[in-house]
């Protein structure tokens, strides 16, 4: 039992309150805590099932990347992002979109920068980049009235199948190198039905493991007073995006620079165009909750993205270290 003597009255009804109130909340923490374990594992198994059947009907393995992986490794937030604007907190939906950019580009690529200094292909800075920048100024754009639409979500989902379709057109033209990279970070084949059960298993821990973040989230953010955005921004979008964290570090670490930076630049282009895309197509959202200053640090990292992979086509350790700190600083203004 806690023990309160001593103290005075103000001060043990306080911190009676207090404790009540994380009594209260750890079911929801723990919703939470299952919730992202299921959306990881759901994820990577989604992502090995169907690269192992892509590879068995002859698709090469930078289309795979390309393609498979890069929409496997997105998957947690689309499920996350549909899951709360069917259930009324649109707020958590767009905060986890606009969250997740910032944490790929200021979080994901300043940790795999900081690991090991990451060589950047001249393809992601003349196209990429700029699409991610493009989209994001998009983004802006249709958030002025105060509401996204489901003409917005065509035009965002209308993106990202162009986006989608021109990567694959522009990876013939690849170099054997670069094919050879995404061999080994593509999933090997497997039997059939490991594959079926790897798709089936993967897509129901990630319905499941959307629910009880959602959830949880919610629960947690009325709890502790602060508002759905804010989590969406955080806890959610950190959460879904670690299979994103996970695949460019690791590729950091074996010195595939063009695979850690290409996997966070193609998942932010993937957050605005497809997962804000087919969300706002199922369910149109108010935008109100956002801050202005949300959105001007998703555009801001877009934007200052470019000159720093120009400078000798490398992320140095200095500039994941840059990016690290305005992370940080962002997660203070949030909680200020």
Same mark, same amino acid.
């Given at each position: 039992?806690?023990?309160?003597?001593?103290?005075?009255?103000?001060?043990?009804?306080?911190?009676?309150?207090?404790?009540?109130?994380?009594?209260?909340?750890?079911?929801?923490?723990?919703?939470?805590?299952?919730?992202?374990?299921?959306?990881?594992?759901?994820?990577?198994?989604?992502?090995?099932?169907?690269?192992?059947?892509?590879?068995?009907?002859?698709?090469?393995?930078?289309?795979?990347?390309?393609?498979?992986?890069?929409?496997?490794?997105?998957?947690?937030?689309?499920?996350?992002?549909?899951?709360?604007?069917?259930?009324?907190?649109? *707020?958590?939906?767009?905060?986890?979109?606009?969250?997740?950019?910032?944490?790929?580009?200021?979080?994901?690529?300043?940790?795999?920068?900081?690991?090991?200094?990451?060589?950047?292909?001249?393809?992601i800075?003349?196209?990429?980049?700029?699409?991610?920048?493009?989209?994001?100024?998009?983004?802006?754009?249709l958030?002025?009235?105060?509401?996204?639409?489901?003409?917005?979500?065509?035009?965002?989902?209308?993106?990202?199948?162009?986006?989608?379709?021109?990567?694959?057109?522009?990876?013939?033209?690849?170099?054997?190198?670069?094919?050879?990279?995404?061999?080994?970070?593509?999933?090997?084949?497997?039997?059939?039905?490991?594959?079926?059960?790897?798709?089936?298993?993967?897509?129901g *821990?990630?319905?499941?493991?959307?629910?009880?973040?959602?959830?949880?989230?919610?629960?947690?953010?009325?709890?502790v007073?602060?508002?759905?955005?804010?989590?969406?921004?955080?806890?959610?979008?950190?959460?879904?995006?670690?299979?994103?964290? *996970?695949?460019?570090?690791?590729?950091?670490?074996?010195?595939?620079?063009?695979?850690?930076?290409?996997?966070?630049?193609?998942?932010?282009?993937?957050?605005?165009?497809?997962?804000?895309?087919?969300?706002?197509?199922?369910?149109?959202?108010?935008?109100?909750?956002?801050r202005?200053?949300?959105?001007?640090v998703?555009?801001?990292? *877009?934007?200052?993205?470019?000159?720093?992979?120009?400078?000798?086509?490398?992320?140095?350790?200095?500039?994941?270290?840059?990016?690290?700190?305005?992370?940080?600083?962002?997660?203070?203004t949030?909680?200020?």
């Amino acid at each position: 039992m806690l023990r309160t003597h001593g103290l005075s009255p103000c001060l043990r009804h306080l911190l009676l309150i207090n404790v009540d109130r994380l009594g209260f909340m750890v079911p929801s923490l723990l919703s939470i805590a299952a919730g992202l374990l299921l959306l990881a594992v759901g994820a990577e198994g989604l992502v090995r099932g169907a690269s192992s059947l892509a590879r068995a009907a002859g698709v090469s393995p930078l289309v795979i990347g390309l393609t498979v992986v890069a929409v496997g490794t997105s998957l947690p937030e689309l499920m996350v992002s549909v899951g709360a604007a069917v259930r009324g907190s649109g *707020a958590v939906a767009l905060g986890n979109v606009v969250g997740s950019n910032i944490s790929n580009v200021a979080l994901i690529l300043g940790v795999s920068a900081m690991l090991r200094a990451m060589r950047v292909q001249a393809q992601i800075i003349r196209i990429d980049a700029p699409i991610l920048l493009g989209a994001s100024l998009a983004l802006g754009a249709l958030l002025v009235d105060g509401r996204l639409s489901r003409l917005d979500g065509g035009l965002l989902t209308g993106g990202i199948i162009a986006y989608t379709g021109f990567s694959v057109y522009a990876a013939r033209s690849e170099t054997a190198a670069v094919q050879q990279e995404y061999d080994r970070g593509v999933p090997q084949q497997h039997r059939l039905w490991i594959d079926l059960v790897l798709l089936a298993g993967g897509m129901g *821990a990630l319905g499941i493991g959307a629910d009880l973040l959602v959830d949880g989230a919610v629960v947690v953010a009325t709890a502790v007073g602060i508002s759905e955005v804010v989590v969406g921004l955080t806890v959610v979008a950190i959460g879904t995006s670690l299979p994103e964290m *996970a695949t460019s570090v690791t590729a950091a670490y074996r010195g595939e620079g063009d695979i850690a930076v290409g996997n966070a630049v193609g998942s932010s282009i993937f957050n605005i165009l497809g997962i804000l895309g087919v969300t706002v197509l199922i369910h149109p959202l108010a935008t109100d909750a956002l801050r202005t200053l949300d959105l001007a640090v998703m555009i801001g990292l *877009a934007v200052a993205l470019l000159p720093m992979m120009r400078s000798g086509f490398m992320l140095s350790r200095w500039e994941g270290s840059l990016l690290l700190l305005v992370y940080a600083a962002y997660l203070g203004t949030l909680f200020v």
